[in-house]
Every structure is written in C-alpha cells, then in structure tokens.
C-alpha cells in the first residue's frame, strides 16, 4: 500500500479501522484496510465504483461483520447517535415526507416539537417538495434529499454519508458542504463518500480508495503535495500508476 506521509492526527479518533478484510463469498472487497477518522471534522472518501467504500461504510455500521481485523467507533457499536444516509433508497414509499420524518425522529426518541422544528428547516434547506407528498411521488432526486435529511434530523455526533450529493445542483451542493464544515466546527464527524473530486477538497482529510485499499489518507493540500500534482484527481491517478507499478 503506498500512502501519503501525514502528522499525527491533533484530535480523538472517531473511527479507527486496522487490518480490515472482508468480502463477497470468495469474491475479495476490502483487503486488510487501514483507515483513521478525527473526531469533529469531516473525511472525504473517494475512488470509483466497486472499489469497497460502501462496503466499507457497513463495515464501521456493524451491518456486516469483518472476517478479520478490527474497528473502533468510538470505542462503541454506532447506535442511535448516528446518521447514515445510504447510496441505495432506503425510505417508505407510503410515507409522506413528513409522516418519514416524525417515524424516523420517533425511533431516536425526538419529541414532536422538536421534529416539527427539525423538518421545517430541513425542507427549506434541501429545496424538498410540500410535507405532505408521499416519498413514492418523488423524483429520483428529491428521495435522495430526504434520505439525507432523515440522516441529518436527530443531529447526530457521527454522519456517515454515501453519495449524498449525486443528482444535486452546485448550488444545493455547495450549502450541503458548507452545513457539513459547520457542523463539524461544533464537534460532529462526518464520513462522506463521493465521485466529484473538486468537492473533496473540502474535506479535513481525504482516503484515496481503490482495490479495498488505501492508497493514501492526509490533508488533500498534503496528498496533492507528496505527488507534486496540482488537484485531488492528478494525485490520485499518480497514486494509482505508482501501484501499478508496484
């Protein structure tokens, strides 16, 4: 594995991920993955398709068990104190946008006042349709801002968050990064997965996946630093060729 140089890490581990291996039958996914997460900040996830981050996500969920090596959120199994946002659809067709809202507020024990206030705002800030459209009228779009924003609602301490902004405008994107970096100044953690490179470069720090491993984890000024390169995207194809190589 060829990885970035980088300081030690200033804050508390949220995540720590050492060794990780874990598959599809005989089929390898992640393959003795090494991966640190500060606390309070917000790490950006890329590489392309296939390559294990959403694997890697339901991994430190405790959705699938690793077959070996270790992982550590916060010393704990993620519980209610985490919101996820998945890359696959996950909501009740049946359900109004409010009625998804006050069901998934209830299961983290949110009072209905608090709901109400929550979802007010979450429907102004991601541009969502009136509260009573049921969730199966939806565009393909409009379900994903939902999917988020059930993520966002009991404002967790831990966000992990698996291509929330595919199908966005720029513009809603750029509010959802800004919202992230806030949220995180006041201590939250947020792991997001992504395809647009330019946006990770508003992460605290940025894993460069490909082939279930790491092939770098640092600053992305740091990652683009040790390969000379003037963006995320010519760092990571230096990276990449550099493995090859290997």
Known sequence: MIEAC????????AISVEGLVRGYGRIPVLQGLDMTVDEGSIYGLL???????????????????????????????????????PQEIALYPDLSIAETMRFHGRLHGMDAGRILDRQSWLIDFLDLPEPNRPVGKLSGGQKRRVSLAVALLHEPNLLLLDEPTVGVDPELRSRIWNHLQEI?????????????????GKANRVGLMRDGILLAE??????????????LEEAFLALCRREVKA
Not at 218 to 231: A, G, L, N, R
């Open 184 to 200: 995180a100044a006041n201590g939250t953690t947020v792991v997001i997965t992504t395809h647009y490179i330019d946006e990770a």
């Open 47 to 85: 590489g392309p398709s296939g390559c294990g981050k959403t694997t890697l996500l339901k991994v430190i969920l405790g959705f699938l068990e690793p077959e070996s090596g270790s992982v550590d959120v916060k010393g704990e199994i993620p519980g209610s104190d985490v919101g996820y946002s």
């Open 6 to 13: 980088r300081d030690k890490p200033s804050r508390m581990a």
């Open 218 to 231: 640092d600053t992305p000024q740091s990652v683009m630093s040790s390969q000379s390169s003037s963006s």
